[in-house]
């Protein structure tokens, strides 16, 4: 995807919300569950689980955690 | 014989009923005084709060057939299957990303689908017109496809006839009701029935999750069984992990996927249907809580062949239908009723995602073909019509499909159609940040990637047929020495890609009208309670435009 911001904040700053270099952090989940070499494994298991599954399934907190921190750093906050 | 399965079928069908009579009342739910307006109709007056939004985008993304059809393919060919997991975990960051763009601009202009914003910031009504079709004919066998999943629960409870149209009465029939309450209550049908889906669909995954294993002896021997079964077949790809060759195939499946989700004319319409920026950005930290039950659903197929489950026959001699697995998995290790709840969670998980679809391909044709070709000057209230008419054709079609051809071969559009869709990428997701592209770049771009696709889809041979035959292309018919396969949307879309940067160079060398951009930048961060272009302005100003290629 094209880098995040590209046009410049003209008018209306108060608006200009999206600018947070938070959402360079939305980049981790996007890149890491896209590296085989990560989880393409059998061991170590977890709960009889190979990692190929578990470690994909924990991506999934990944995405989580990521999109919640970088919701709250980049949510409207009062009057700014 | 269904007469075996009788407890299954009544559970079924109450179940059934009730959620189709919510879909009726929907109409009154959240109602504003005029349902004639497409806003409205359309897109539930755009008001939906989190909880909606979270239970409609989810059941927008996960249907039927995706509860079906993953544990198959787990079943079928092991880890490969589970690419289902990574390609919904990439999609929400994108989602949070680029589609709140979408938002704030429609927000502001009033856009409705996808087309309509391509149409304003390309100034060009045939890139706009493109967009549209592109959306419908990716849309219709999608709509097929969770017919697919009732049918595979149908089929199991043994309700099958002699002939094509006994065999398919009970789908005609849900299709039917699903048809009336649609064009009824528009996007608050689904809306409110996915409530239900969600909770039966969490109950009975839960339930299974945590009873099958322990029933089949622990997660380790449920493993152990797929791994002995994958050992003993003679394809070099399938396994509980994945090899050299098909490891490219699944991270470009996962992005692929992922990319094609969110520009689903109905993904685009669950959006669009929420109040504000807040309620997107928001949900998509949580609904991620689906992918975890998506990756659980997927380890059933792993469950069924731990469990010796023989999937029934296929439509024809000697073939296997493969989506049969989960549902005789419940049959053989559930009680009755329980096995009839979780049809019930099948069938109507299929009618959620089937309404919103035909919804989405309904507003792409009134807003982007009726409105801008046929009649200029309809009001809202005749929009809103010919919406709710499309969508009931839209789903005649769909029934047609099932009825008058092999399901195998809706299978095959819908992987077309996430090849088709992802065409529109560098118009609709790109065009959402940059207007660098020249409007015939765009559509040279569109039109050579799907030529490009087609084709490497037709070189695509499975052991049963010669074209079509799945999405991993292999790379070595490019001319390289190696076994390895990718999928096709994502070189698809890249050739697109650069092909559109390239004549865009070239129009701009030359000097080549780039029409006037209807959005400013500001427009991109508009929210809620933001004061509406006033459309009457811009429609005057689009009509005394030249036309443009």
Known sequence: MAAPEPEAPTTAPS??????????????PIVVPLIPVFFNGDSPRVFGFPRFYWLQLAFILLGVGTTTLVYQMTKKRGSR | MWRDHLTEIIVFSVLFLLVSAMGFVAARWRAPKDMAHLDEWGLGGRSFGGWITWFLVGGDLYTAYTFVAVPALMFGAGAAGFFAVPYTIVIYPLVFLVLVRLWSVSHRHGFVTPADFVRTRFDSPVLALLIAITGIVATMPYIALQLVGIEAVLKTMGVTGDNALARHLPIIIAFAIL???TYQSGLRAPALIAFVKDSLIYIVILVAIVYLPYKLGGWGDIFAAADAKFDASPNPNDGILLNGNNQLQYVTLALGSALALFLYPHSITGVLASKNRDVIKRNMSALPAYSLLLGLIALLGYMAIAAGVKPLPGAKEGTVDSNTVVPLLFDQQFPDWFAGVAYAAIGIGALVPAAIMSIAAANLFTRNIYKEYLKRDASPAQ???????????????????????????????????????????????????TRWFHRTGLIVGWAVGMGLGMWMLYQVASPTRKHFGGSAFPLSEFGFDTTRTIYVGIVAVAVNLAVAALVTLALRAAKVAEGVDGTTPDDYFADEGDPRVTPGAERDADSAREPVA
Do not use: M
């Open chain 2, 383 to 433: 929009e809103a019509n010919v919406s709710k008419i499309t969508s009931l054709v839209v789903k005649v079609g769909a029934v047609a499909c099932i009825v008058f051809l092999d399901p195998q071969f809706s299978i095959d559009l819908q992987l077309i159609g996430g090849v088709i869709i992802l065409q529109t990428l560098p118009a609709v997701a790109l065009g959402l940040y």
């Open chain 1, 15 to 28: 608006r200009a919300k999206d600018h947070s270099p938070w959402n360079w952090l939305l980049f981790i």
């Open chain 2, 179 to 181: 048809a009336a309450y």
